[in-house]
């Protein structure tokens, strides 16, 4: 369980980990909980040091800033929010890149940042009362 102030307890139920359940959830310690949610926090973390995505909402034109650790992805994938692919990039050389999703619907768009052995996924809020 984790602990909010003295008395309260709040159970954060870790939905990304296969098989867990609200049954799962019951049988497992506090050890446990506690442990499932620093992972969640280290993940996080180490998604911020890899790249800042902004202005997050977005009227169209947004920014994907990369650490400066020279560790560029092999690629940047924009979903909508069906799955469907509405844009690619490959060709990544730099550790700013402007992504334009003008002449696309407002809603939630995926981006799928693809490090070396690893995926990182991430939303932009596009809506025509953002930045």
């Known amino acids: 369980m984790v602990r909010i102030g003295k008395s309260t307890k ?3 139920h870790p939905c990304s980990y296969p098989g867990n359940s609200p049954n799962v959830a019951k049988s ?3 050890n446990q909980d506690e442990e499932s949610v620093s992972q969640l926090d280290l993940k996080k973390s180490e998604e911020e040091l890899l790249y800042k995505i902004y202005p997050n909402p977005t009227k169209g034109n947004f920014r ?3 650490s400066e650790e020279n560790i560029f992805p092999s690629s940047i994938i924009i979903d909508n929010i069906l799955g469907q692919e509405i844009k690619k990039i490959t060709e990544i050389n730099e550790d700013n890149i402007s992504v334009d999703l003008n002449g696309f619907g407002d809603g939630v768009y995926l981006i799928h940042i693809n490090y070396p052995g690893k995926v990182m996924t991430d939303k932009i809020v596009k809506t025509s009362s953002g930045r």
């Open 10 to 12: 709040a159970f954060i």
């Open 64 to 66: 994907i800033q990369l």
């Open 28 to 30: 497992l310690g506090a």
